[in-house]
């Protein structure tokens, strides 16, 4: 069951449509990938979340209920452009923020010392903000998001500058957060990461949903791709007559199917196995920045 | 009594608001626990509104420029007491030799002292040599001599108008006319009637400036203290906020913390570390006058320190909304100055009317009509209290004007901090948030 629902967002910034009809959900225990070209309003959307921009129709909720500021207290934020009080010392201002989100102040410093070892910036607890690289401040940035133990977990764009090191420091919080039950959206364009990482995702453009649904399946999605390999059947003689499916090639034995919508894969599978022993039945998977280029379009 | 009547009454008000407040707090922890373990219970609107007041507090009492500010100002202060004693009170009698003395004369070198505000010693001497040694070993600070000689260690000049130059020369001038007198024949009575003898008294036709009282030099301080206060703490509410836009904090602090907390905890965490300081900075210059002997304590001077601490509350109250909104329009130094320019200019306006009106001893009517304008009063007020020309109904009557005001500023300046701190890019224009401030 989705936990995050986003109803028919509607904004407008003088000509400019933002968010056009946009509608999807995100569920709990998965790393959901928000994904669409820049300027496509996943920043607006994400924005709209935490009431940071006023919408003109749509609602969002969060387990049913409208989304206010009860709600948004059990929510963590790393927006784009990171935001963090610069003179201030790393372990106060992630206290601070703990405790504005609810916390006392002993659980916020407990809190902040235990998300700043595991992000491996505990030495720098007493530093200044500003003092710290690029990297360790997106460490202390997403420590702030995740000091409150969030239920839902929104990420602007977390993974982008950093270092091999970092991402996966960061991957393994964000898998980890969504196997402990917490319901966790981040945006990124660097797909192939985001393949590997999310179990699901979300495509916007131009305001609107344009894809969505679990990474496997939408690599499997749209017109299915089979590779089938029949002992005795070198030429695919068997596929020919199969209704919905079009052999598009065949080479050295592979015979390779494009199966048209409503086409049973299952189908397929028999008729190859009447045909002869099968060796090989294959689903050609699609990349997702495969997906991602025929959603958007470009 | 007269004067302290408001005072009076806004010690009631304070005491009825801690009341309501701890009958809140009374009431919130009553209430049925609402989170897990390591939650707080019972958020109220002025539980984020605390937390972000208490990191104002502590963010600006740690940083340099306060602190090197407020030993500024503890110095300047400590100089504006201190200078004023040092050049009026030698306190130290000074000791005179007499030779060949009478009662009469000691009576007169006693009156002369007092007329210039000096207390004396006398020592009679045998004679004047005796004396003169007296006096270069240090023992005398002069020697009159009855035969009609003044002897002092280093010549006195014309110009010097300490008290013991004036004692010298009051002396010189006394003595000789007595001699005078004397030589022409006066008895003692008929002597002692023509040196009593008063001078005319001059008319104008124009009135005169009068000598400043303790109360309208208080005031002047007072009004120099206020000013260079709301200057300071108003600058950081707008840096502040400016601040906060420009880092992008405020994304993260408005996902969780609503518009209205976030700029009431800045603005009430910046007023009460300007708050704080006033007061020390006060407290010091009240025990620091006692101590010296200064008129600071006098008559009715402290009634004008607790009207300027006053107002500066009320003038910070009323511009502090104004210059948060404003600082929530820009995101950089340079958009901040052009911002801040029509807002100082009351500001300025009111300060130099009032310092004008206070330098000059007399009340004009402009001070008395800024005085029940916000913008102007928190200077216009305290010099009409120095001046002792404000009762205490229109003392409060000026205080309901600014905190009315006040109320109505806070709302169309939260207006504008909401729809203005989270855009972003270039300046925001009043004119672009029109649309959305209209109801």
Redesign the interface.
């Known amino acids: 069951m989705a936990d995050l629902e986003l109803n028919g967002l509607r904004r407008r910034f003088g000509t400019v449509t933002a968010l056009d009809d946009l509608t999807f959900s995100v569920p709990s225990g998965h790393v959901v990938g928000f994904l669409g070209p820049n300027g496509a309003g996943k920043t607006t959307t994400m ?1 709209a979340i ?4 006023d919408l003109d129709a749509g609602s969002v909720r969060w387990r049913g209920v409208p989304v206010g ?1 009860a709600q ?2 059990r ?1 963590g ?1 790393m ?1 784009e ?8 010392q790393v372990a106060e201002e992630i206290e ?2 703990g ?6 102040g ?2 916020a410093a407990a809190a902040t010392q235990q998300w700043l070892e595991r992000l491996e910036v505990a030495d720098r607890a007493r530093s200044k903000v500003e003092s710290l690289s690029h990297g360790n401040q997106q460490r202390v940035q997403l420590a ?1 998001a995740l000091v409150h133990e969030p239920e839902l977990l929104v990420l602007d764009e977390p993974l982008a500058g950093l270092d091999p090191t970092g991402i996966d420091a960061i991957g393994a919080v964000l898998l980890e957060q969504a196997r402990s039950g917490r319901c966790v959206l981040f945006s990124s364009h660097q797909l192939d990461l985001v393949e590997n990482l999310c179990e699901s995702v979300a495509i916007i453009d131009h305001g609107r949903l344009v894809a969505s649904g679990t990474v496997d399946g939408l690599a499997t999605s749209g017109a299915r791709r089979l590779t089938v390999r029949v002992e005795g059947d070198r030429e695919g003689a068997w596929a020919r007559v199969l209704p919905g499916v079009t052999l598009s090639e065949v080479d050295g034995g592979e015979v390779r199917l494009v199966l048209a919508d409503g086409t049973d894969s299952d189908v397929v599978l028999d008729a190859a196995r009447v045909a002869g022993h099968v060796t090989q039945f294959v689903f050609e998977r699609r990349r997702l920045s495969e997906v991602f280029r025929e959603a958007v379009g470009r | 009594m007269k004067a302290y009547t408001p005072f009076v009454i806004g010690g009631v008000v304070l005491v009825v608001l801690l009341r309501l407040r701890l009958r809140q707090r009374g009431r919130s922890r009553s209430s049925p626990p609402l989170g897990r373990h390591g939650w707080r219970r019972g958020r109220s609107l002025l539980g984020d509104t605390g937390l972000v007041a208490g990191r104002e507090i502590r963010e600006r009492v740690r940083g340099r420029v306060f602190r090197v500010v407020t030993i500024i100002l503890f110095v300047v202060v400590a100089a504006a007491v201190v200078i004023p004693t040092i050049h009026t009170s030698s306190t130290k009698p000074t000791t005179v030799g007499v030779v060949a003395g009478s009662a009469t004369l000691d009576t007169e070198l006693h009156q002369l002292a007092t007329s210039v505000g000096l207390s004396t010693t006398l020592v009679q001497e045998p004679d004047l040599g005796a004396a003169r040694a007296a006096l270069a070993a240090g023992r005398l600070d002069v020697v009159v001599d009855a035969q009609g000689t003044i002897v002092v260690r280093e010549p006195v000049s014309a110009t010097d108008t300490s008290a013991p130059a004036r004692y010298v020369r009051a002396l010189s001038t006394t003595l000789g006319a007595q001699r005078a007198f004397a030589q022409a024949g006066l008895t003692p009575a008929q002597a002692a009637a023509v040196a009593k003898a008063k001078p005319l008294p001059v008319e104008s036709i124009q009135p005169g400036k009068k000598a400043r009282t303790t109360s309208e030099a208080t005031a002047l301080l007072g009004v120099i203290l206020v000013f260079i206060f709301l200057t300071q703490y108003l600058t950081w509410t707008l840096m502040g906020v400016m601040e906060e836009k420009a880092s992008r904090v405020v994304e993260v602090l408005l996902a969780t913390v609503r518009p209205i907390q976030l700029l009431a905890g800045k603005v009430i965490g910046i007023g009460v570390v300007a708050l704080l300081q006033a007061v020390a900075l006060v407290a010091f210059a009240l025990v620091l006058a006692k101590a010296v002997g200064s008129s600071l304590v006098e008559g009715s001077a402290p009634v004008v320190v607790v009207a300027t601490l006053v107002w500066l509350v009320l003038g910070y109250a009323f511009y502090s909304w104004l210059y948060a909104a404003a600082g929530s329009l820009a995101e950089r130094q340079d958009q901040v100055q052009s911002l801040a320019l029509p807002l100082s200019t009351p500001l300025i306006f009111g300060y130099i009317v009032s310092l004008t009106g206070v330098s000059s001893g007399n009340a004009s009517l402009l001070v008395k009509v800024l005085a029940y304008l916000p913008p102007t009063a928190p200077f216009a007020m305290p010099t009409l209290v120095g001046f002792g020309e404000a009762t205490w109904w229109e003392f409060l009557l000026s205080m309901l004007i600014c905190a009315a005001c006040t109320v109505a500023v806070a709302l169309v300046g939260a207006r504008i901090y909401r729809t203005a701190v989270l855009r972003t890019g270039s300046r925001v224009r009043l004119r672009d948030l029109v649309p959305k401030l209209t109801p």
């Open positions: 924005r935490f009431g940071l921009t500021s948004r207290r929510f934020y927006p452009e990171r935001g963090l009080y610069p003179n201030m601070y923020l405790r504005l989100h609810g916390m006392d002993a659980s702030a």
